[in-house]
Each structure stands twice: as structure tokens, then as C-alpha cells.
């Protein structure tokens, strides 16, 4: 086994499994060291997102909103199913087999990239060594010019409802349940709170949504946070806000929370609970002494815009450095930092990093909201297009929500753009890309868009901005 390289990268998930591809095709000698296990013990590159986060939970949500759409929507198509049923051992089983084709598929990647992938802890040391402990224990002592550490996240822990791995759970364990629970405690309102609620209220659970907040989805466009709310409430999705939730008993058919909102102290008895309150950056056995690798207060690796880490040649990027915990993000910084390190520009742009919550109708979003451009002082219009209005939503039977967008007033710059309907994480990418390009309003009224497509509706929405819109009255 080769022991110096290039570039070593700690963690192979969607921030370092990348950064690794992007500096082998920099032709740069690169080693990904990753520690993941999955529950039978073997170990898999991709981390949390292609493991148990991001992929896993799409799983999921395709099958359960199938499911969902084969009972309330199948027949207003015509189509007679009989009654339908939902096999969860199967549905599990299809998860596995895509997680496991995406992770193997890492494998195949490292290999045209020329990446030496190593399964085991990584752990830095001063002086750009690194050392590698493999699967059998044996230790190594490795070497690199560069180092990248992308060692992720973990789920937060709620001190007073402890997991216990089978009815106190976290995102994992709530991804891997073999029966429908009768009532699922989902602990935060958040995006993964929503999605694993919807996911398992889709199947028939009875689903309570305890969120400490007053305000639901303070970091989306408030428009949007409003209907989605109203959305999830017609779905069944029992959201409780300004709950707190203070302690847990173990019960007989479950587990008893105990909480307070407005009304005062409350309790709930519900089968399992999944605690999605958050997740907080992973750096277990990941610094050896003296490397001098700063952490800030809560845990985060200090990094400067670039991802440099406070020791020359040591990056850092993903979940376990600033900003949004999201697997995008993480890869955009992955690829960029190999790029500087073979010499090359780049820059990751985090006023544009998309938000997507996967849920039925999707949500997703880009840039400023109204509450903060209104915030900012600046004189800002506004644009929107429901797709009520769409001809492709009525004929998708999915005519929810609307798409808006915030535009300054004077120089016509798109600010925001906030959809929430259907395919709404794929729509947004046209938003990303026209706000790269400081794209205004008027750019996207004079570019043409097909017809009949849920697209249509950025359209319109621009168009709406300067009361042009076509399909709709303009208000
Ligand atoms: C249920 C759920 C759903 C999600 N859905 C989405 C989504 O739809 N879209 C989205 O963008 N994001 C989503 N996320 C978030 C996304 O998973 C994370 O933002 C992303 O995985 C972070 O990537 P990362 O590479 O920084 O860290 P991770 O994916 O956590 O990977 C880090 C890897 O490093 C390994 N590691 C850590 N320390 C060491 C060490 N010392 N030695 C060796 N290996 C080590 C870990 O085992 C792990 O494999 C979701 C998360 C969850 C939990």
C-alpha cells in the first residue's frame, strides 16, 4: 500500500468522496479514508446521505407518496386498483438495493479517478501525517502534501429523550422500520422531521409533529412556510408549535412524552419517537494532539471562505465545517478545494446554495425570502404564479402551491426564488442558475419556456413581477 500521497481525504461522504474524484482527475495522488459501517458491519463510502440520510429517505418518499397517490388519486384517472396494500419489507428492501448500487457505484468511481480508497478511522496528525487504522486494527502511518477532512455530522441527541435504538430513534433508525408504527412522535419540525413524518403518515401512522419553535419553517419565505402548513395539516400531519418537549417515559404500548405549549404541561403516549431536533458536527478520534486544527464553540472546524482549517495545507468542508448542512454544499466545496489545491480558481458561491424539502407538495427555495429582503431596506417586487394556473399541474392531478420570486425593485436582479408544488427541487435548479448569472426578471420573461411544463410557472412568476403574466390576472 502506497503511504504518501498528494491529497489524503478524511471521510467519505458527499463532501470528501468528491473532493477525492475531482483531485485524481487533477492528477493528483489521493487516498478517501472512510470509517462508515453499516448495521451488518460492512462498511460503505458515501456517508450519512447515501447510507442513511439523502438517498434512503427519497426511497422512501417515492414509495410511501406512490402508495398515498394509488388511494386518493388513482381514481380521478380512471384507474381501479382494488384495495391497495403496502408491503414495508419489500418497500425496505428496494431501499437497500439503491442505497447499496450507490455506494458500490463510489467504488467504481474511485477507480477511473485513480483514488486509493482506504476503510478505517482516519486520524491527523501533526506535520501532514495522517494515521490510518484499517479494518482488521492494524495501524499505518500515512503522509500527504494536502489534507482534507470532511468527517460529517452526527444526529443531536435530546438529553431527556435518550435513544434507545429500537422506540426512542434516530433519522436512521426511523429510515429502517419494518412495521408502520400505530402513532410515530416526531420530535422537530425541521426538514428531516418532516420528511420521516410524512413518509410513515403516508403509510397509515398517526403522526405528532413537536416542534419548541413558535413560528413553523422560520427559514423558509413565510408565503411558503403558510400554505405548506395547511398542506401538511389536510395530510394529517398533527404539528404542534411552541411544544417543548421536557421528558419521556417508558409506557405500555409505547412511550409517554412530556411536553408543554401554550396550554401548559402535556403528555402524549406514542409507539416510537424519532428525534430530529438537529445534527451537530462529527469530529470523534479525528485530531491527534497538537495539530492545532481549531474548533469553534459549537464543534464546527474553523474554516476561512476558501475551507482553509487554521493549519496550512489542512481543508476542511462538509457538514463538519459553517453553513448549511446539506450534501451539495458539501460536494461544491469538495470539488473546489481540490481544484485550489492542484492551482486551479474556483470559489463557492454560499449566497446561492439551494434549500429542497422533499415533502408532497416539495418545497424548495434560493436566495433571499421576502421577510429578509424587506429586512434589508431595499426596495424589492414580487412575483407569483400559482399551479392551480398551470395546465401540466391540473393534468399531473397536482395542481398545489405557487412559485414566487422577490426582485429588486430598481435594478430588476432576481433575489429569491420560493416554490412549493410539484417537482419543486427540480424547478429551483433554473432559479440557481439564472441567480449565478445575476439574472433580473426580465431575463427570465423573455426566455422561452415549453409548453406544457411545470416550468411555466418561474415563467409566469417573472412575469408577474412586472404584471405581464399571461395565464393569470395580474395583481
Ligand atoms: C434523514 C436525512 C435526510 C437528508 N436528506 C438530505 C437531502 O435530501 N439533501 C441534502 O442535501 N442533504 C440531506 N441530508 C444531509 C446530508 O446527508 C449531509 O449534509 C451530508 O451527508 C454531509 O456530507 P459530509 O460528507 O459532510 O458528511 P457525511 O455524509 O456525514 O460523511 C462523513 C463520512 O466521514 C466518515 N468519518 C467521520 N470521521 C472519520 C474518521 N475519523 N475516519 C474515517 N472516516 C470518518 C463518516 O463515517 C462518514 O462516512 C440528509 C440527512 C439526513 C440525516
Known amino acids: 500500500?502506497?503511504?504518501?500521497?498528494?491529497?489524503?481525504?478524511?471521510?467519505?461522504?458527499?463532501?470528501?468522496?468528491?473532493?477525492?474524484?475531482?483531485?485524481?482527475?487533477?492528477?493528483?495522488?489521493?487516498?478517501?479514508?472512510?470509517?462508515?459501517?453499516?448495521?451488518?458491519?460492512?462498511?460503505?463510502?458515501?456517508?450519512?446521505?447515501?447510507?442513511?440520510?439523502?438517498?434512503?429517505?427519497?426511497?422512501?418518499?417515492?414509495?410511501?407518496?406512490?402508495?398515498?397517490?394509488?388511494?386518493?388519486?388513482?381514481?380521478?384517472?380512471?384507474?381501479?386498483?382494488g384495495a391497495v396494500s403496502m408491503d414495508v419489507n419489500a418497500m425496505q428492501a428496494r431501499k437497500g438495493k439503491i442505497v447499496k448500487q450507490s455506494t458500490m457505484g463510489i467504488l467504481a468511481l474511485f477507480k477511473s479517478a485513480g483514488v486509493t480508497p482506504l476503510q478505517g478511522h482516519g486520524k491527523l496528525l501533526s506535520g501532514g501525517r495522517v494515521e490510518f487504522t484499517g479494518k482488521d486494527g492494524a495501524k499505518s502511518l500515512l503522509s500527504a502534501k494536502h489534507i482534507v477532512l470532511a468527517s460529517g455530522?452526527?444526529?443531536?441527541?435530546?438529553?431527556?429523550?435518550?435513544?434507545?435504538?429500537?422506540?426512542?430513534?434516530?433519522?436512521?433508525?426511523?429510515?429502517?422500520?419494518?412495521?408502520?408504527?400505530k402513532k410515530l412522535g416526531v420530535i422537530g419540525a425541521g426538514v428531516i422531521g418532516l420528511e420521516l413524518g410524512s413518509v410513515w403518515r403516508r403509510l397509515g401512522a398517526e403522526v405528532i409533529v413537536l416542534e419548541a419553535l413558535d413560528k413553523f419553517l422560520p427559514i423558509a419565505d413565510q408565503a411558503v412556510a403558510k400554505e405548506a402548513a395547511r398542506h401538511f395539516q389536510k395530510q394529517g400531519l398533527d404539528i404542534r408549535l411552541g411544544a417543548k418537549v421536557t421528558g419521556c417515559e417508558k409506557a405500555k404500548d409505547g412511550v409517554m412524552l412530556q411536553f408543554t405549549d401554550a396550554k401548559g404541561a402535556q403528555t402524549v403516549v406514542v409507539e416510537k419517537v424519532v428525534v430530529a431536533i438537529g445534527r451537530r458536527p462529527y469530529t470523534a478520534e479525528l485530531l491527534g494532539e497538537g495539530t492545532g486544527v481549531e474548533l469553534d464553540e459549537r464543534g464546527f472546524i474553523n474554516v476561512d471562505h476558501d475551507c482553509r482549517t487554521s493549519v496550512p495545507n489542512v481543508w476542511a468542508i462538509g457538514d463538519v465545517v459553517r453553513g448549511p448542512m446539506l450534501a451539495h454544499k458539501g460536494k461544491e466545496e469538495g470539488v473546489v478545494v481540490a481544484d485550489a489545491i492542484a492551482g486551479k480558481a474556483g470559489e463557492v458561491n454560499y449566497n446561492l446554495v439551494p434549500s429542497v424539502i422533499y415533502t408532497a407538495p416539495e418545497i424548495a427555495w434560493v436566495?433571499?425570502?421576502?421577510?429578509?429582503?424587506?429586512?434589508?431596506?431595499?426596495?424589492?417586487?414580487?412575483?407569483?404564479?400559482?399551479?392551480?394556473?398551470?395546465?401540466?399541474?391540473?393534468?399531473?392531478?397536482?395542481?398545489?402551491?405557487?412559485?414566487?420570486?422577490?426582485?429588486?425593485?430598481?435594478?430588476?436582479?432576481?433575489?429569491?426564488?420560493?416554490?412549493?408544488?410539484?417537482?419543486?427541487?427540480?424547478?429551483?435548479?433554473?432559479?440557481?442558475?439564472?441567480?449565478?448569472y445575476s439574472a433580473s426578471t426580465e431575463d427570465l420573461q423573455r426566455t422561452m419556456h415549453a409548453h406544457p411544463t411545470l416550468s411555466e410557472a418561474m415563467h409566469e412568476a417573472a412575469l408577474n413581477a412586472d404584471k405581464l403574466a399571461i395565464d393569470i390576472p395580474n395583481r
Not at 440520510?53 to 388519486?73: D, M, N, V, W, Y
Not at 425570502?369 to 434589508?376: H, I, P, Y
Not at 427541487?425 to 440557481?432: K, S, Y
Open 367 to 436: 436566495g433571499l425570502t421576502e421577510e429578509q429582503a424587506k429586512e434589508s431596506g431595499r426596495a424589492y417586487k414580487v412575483g407569483a404564479f400559482p399551479f392551480m394556473a398551470s395546465g401540466r399541474a391540473r393534468a399531473m392531478e397536482a395542481a398545489n402551491g405557487f412559485c414566487k420570486i422577490v426582485a429588486d425593485k430598481d435594478s430588476d436582479e432576481i433575489l429569491g426564488v420560493h416554490v412549493i408544488g410539484p417537482m419543486a427541487g427540480e424547478l429551483i435548479a433554473e432559479a440557481v442558475l439564472a441567480m449565478e
Open 1 to 81: 500500500m502506497a503511504t504518501e500521497f498528494d491529497v489524503i481525504v478524511i471521510g467519505g461522504g458527499p463532501a470528501g468522496y468528491p473532493c477525492a474524484i475531482r483531485a485524481g482527475q487533477n492528477k493528483l495522488s489521493v487516498a478517501c479514508i472512510d470509517e462508515w459501517q453499516n448495521r451488518d458491519g460492512t462498511y460503505a463510502f458515501g456517508g450519512t446521505c447515501l447510507n442513511a440520510g439523502c438517498i434512503p429517505s427519497k426511497a422512501l418518499l417515492e414509495s410511501s407518496e406512490l402508495f398515498h397517490r394509488a388511494q386518493t388519486e388513482f381514481a380521478a384517472h380512471g384507474i381501479g386498483t
Open 153 to 181: 455530522s452526527t444526529p443531536m441527541p435530546l438529553k431527556n429523550v435518550p435513544f434507545d435504538g429500537s422506540q426512542i430513534v434516530d433519522s436512521w433508525g426511523a429510515l429502517d422500520f419494518t412495521e408502520v408504527p
